[in-house]
């Protein structure tokens, strides 16, 4: 009788995994994410997307018990009022109506407008204001709303205030004139509009919005205005006639305000900026600078960011060199064209190209103290960047310039810059240390600090005593795994706790409370021995320091077990408890502003990242979302974590994938997919998607295929051959398990991936097939390329990072070439498909024109996708559909003997491009 039971339980098991769907290209749009989620400051309420791609998406508003309270169509980021009284959110036209419009070629003006939606979460009322460009929400206090319209016809309802009554001739409503500015009290709904506002902005903690007019026709009501919420009181502290207005700034208070105006209305390239600045308790605000008070060879510059210190006590605002005049006479004909490139100019032309913009509107912080009626200019043309305390309340400046270092920066790949401090008060400019990538201020500015990779060492300066220490020389505080022929990178650090006492930085595992002067130091996690990880979580993002009187709450990691988890560490005694440890990788959304609510997921390779709540012991977490409940119908997956020893004698790991209906008796064809180190990723969720770059893996496991995904470990000088000796023993240990079909094994990856594939399939013939994507195949011409995303030269690349050569052609010849696939283009027996785009900023397309034309050339099977105007990866939704399809054809032929799909057979025509794809599928002979 047992053994029947038994029986019949495995044959219903068995019958119900045999039942489950296998994945197919349109069971990808069944699947839904989770986007724009948050949690209301009380705790009571969690919002978010559910979002699905290339379609609309809901709006859906939780209770915390997990009671559904509103789910929206067509609606995206939900909001909470500061108060949590109020859910806003905007509604879209249907994608169905707009893509019908755009088919009908109606112009994008008369399409429909945004719908603002304000949801009373005590009442369950829903308020629609159609017609809405925009709105914005305060951030530290509630009860009003403020939003842009684009016509005022379709809300006849509201109200104008007074001071913008309707004249007899309208403007147009555009950028350039402005909107209508609505503000609206959520309470009682009582409106005003404010009409033609180009920029509005709140005060961050105090009842007030500043907002610049364009004024009506006849330019009554056009200046900055600023509207007390608390008495309802509006004054305006400028008027002006078509001026613009580039900047509005709030300090945290709204005690104070202060503006960047153009009141100029010629067409002069010295545009007369002018800051002004209002406080409380005045109507009339006060010209801070104009250029004629700026500082010889500057100018106030419009770019600037205007901030506020968190006291009061300061305004930083930018300052700017005078524009280089062109000289308007000249007719286009008669303008010449040519790039001069030189050979010491500290930046290639191609960057100097991209970074145009930029150069022409650089900005140099300076600050005014209120206190002292002084103006100190921070940054300079010697040291033109600057940072500040988060509050910048100090009175120190930490100033950096990379000019030095910035020529060799090409090819060494270093980014270093020399350092001096500032005094905000004086003006005073002292050297720091120099040679260093970044360096910091600490919170109360007591210290300058940073990570030094020449001798892999954090370092403290103090800023009182010009004292500059080395505090953790000599021991591990950098990049214990780093292969690459460059200075290991650290691990970074937590924070400061109060006032600049200890510095908390990271090594490989713990977390370490460093003495800034001293170098003395305590691990307060001990990590180390059981290989796991632990690293500070920060839960508010207002406070600037890591507090000793209250327990911090940490993320856990073990490098064995990949178990990953939440424990609380308790300052004051150094205790750690483990509070939730699992098979998942945890990730932190948002803490509840003013509870102890904490909005979180948990994921694994078979259970989606779904929204969980709890407090933070994790003892009770309450699960808000169910976003892909059809999962369970499909054939799905399960991964494990494997090992094996590489040619050159290293124990490696990596991820195995597998069908959820394994059977070890069987064989099955297999996909090896790979980049460096990913098996860290062990329990990240794959939910079916259009990947822009690289195989699904639950799609793959789905439809009957392994995946093996190896860890890489690099020699310098070999890269390729070092991802040969960690691969084909992976590979072939598997081989020796019985469950994989040696015949019919294809590996997939893409840019550092689609290399080291382009490497493998001239040293090997394991593979039946290969996708290789953005690849390249001839380091020797890839070195003297460019990087046309950022116009570096790729030199730095080969000579110090990923592409591990270790140093220049002419110093290694043998080592370019070894490590070029086209030079042993002929040994290559496994069929490619090769994707390279040509908008690539990283990997320049020509190396997939010369791969391909190559193997052409001998006659190779091989296939070459560029999606015009794409960059390193297809983003747009149709071309990373088209993308998986053909490679899901590609492999499917050659590692499953499916039917051959007919743009393998004949090509897609270039008559034939956009109209007709070639999935079709090919009689079997």
Known sequence: MRFTLVFLLLFLSLTSTAQKKVLDHQDVALWKSIKNDKISPNGEFVVYDLAQENSDSYVILKSKQGETLLKYYSASNGKFTYDSKFLTFTIKPLKETVDDMKRKKVKKNKF???????????????????????????????????????????????????????????????DKNGFHLVTRNLNTKAQDTFKYVTKYTFAKKAERLAFASTGEKDHANEGVFIYNFANSKLIKPFTSVKAKYSQLQFSETGKRFAFVVDTDTTKTQVRPNALYTWEEGKDVAVQLHSNTSTPKGYLVSPHGTLQFSEDDSKLYFGLRTPPILKDTTLLKDEIVNVEVWTYNEPRLY???????????????????????????????????????????NANIALVSTKTPYELESQWSGMRLRDFATVNIKTGQQQMAFKAVANANLSPKAKYAYGYKAIDSSWFTYNIETKTYNTITKGKLFYDELNDSPKHPSSYGLAGWTESDKSILLYDRYDIWKYNPDTGTSVNLTNGRDSKTVYRYIKLDNDVDFISTNSNWLLSTFNEDTKEAGFAEFNPKNNKLKQLVKGPYTYKISAKAERANSLLFTRESFEEFPNLRLSNLDFKKQTILSDANPQQKDFNWGTIELIEWTSLDGKQLKGLLAKPENFNPNKKYPMIVNFYERYSDRLHNHRAPSFGRSTINYSFYTSRGYVIFNPDIEYRIGYPGESAYNCVIPGVTNLIDKGFIDKDNIGVQGHSWGGYQIAYLVTKTDIFKAAESGAPVPNMISAYGGIR????????FQYEHTQSRIGGTPWEYPMRYIENSPIFNIDKINTPLLIMNNDADGHVPWYQGIEFFVSLRRLGKPSWFL?????????????????????????????LKGAPKPVWMERGVPAVEKGINQGYELLERN
């Not at 159609?130 to 016809?153: C, H, M, Q, R, T």
């Not at 560029?866 to 050659?894: G, S, T």
Request: glycine content about 2%; cysteine-free.
């Open 350 to 392: 191609t960057v100097q190209e991209l970074q145009v913009k930029n150069d022409t509107i650089k900005s140099y912080q300076t600050v005014y103290d209120f206190n002292a009626n002084k103006t100190i200019q921070i940054e300079t043309k010697e040291f033109p960047d600057a940072k500040t305390t988060k509050k910048g």
């Open 788 to 795: 046309w995303w950022t116009g570096l030269s790729r030199q």
């Open 112 to 174: 429909p407008k945004d719908t603002l939606a304000i949801y009373n979460l005590n009442t369950k009322a829903l308020t629609k204001i159609p017609n809405v460009k925009s709105y914005s929400l305060p951030e530290k206090w509630s009860g009003y709303i403020a939003y842009f319209l684009e016509d005022l016809k379709t809300n006849e309802n509201l109200k104008t205030t007074d001071s913008s009554k309707t004249s007899a001739k309208e403007k147009k409503v555009s």
């Open 866 to 894: 560029n999606y015009n105007e794409e960059p390193h990866w297809p983003l747009k939704y149709q071309n990373r559909k088209d993308f998986n399809i053909r490679m899901a054809q590609f492999f499917d032929y050659y």
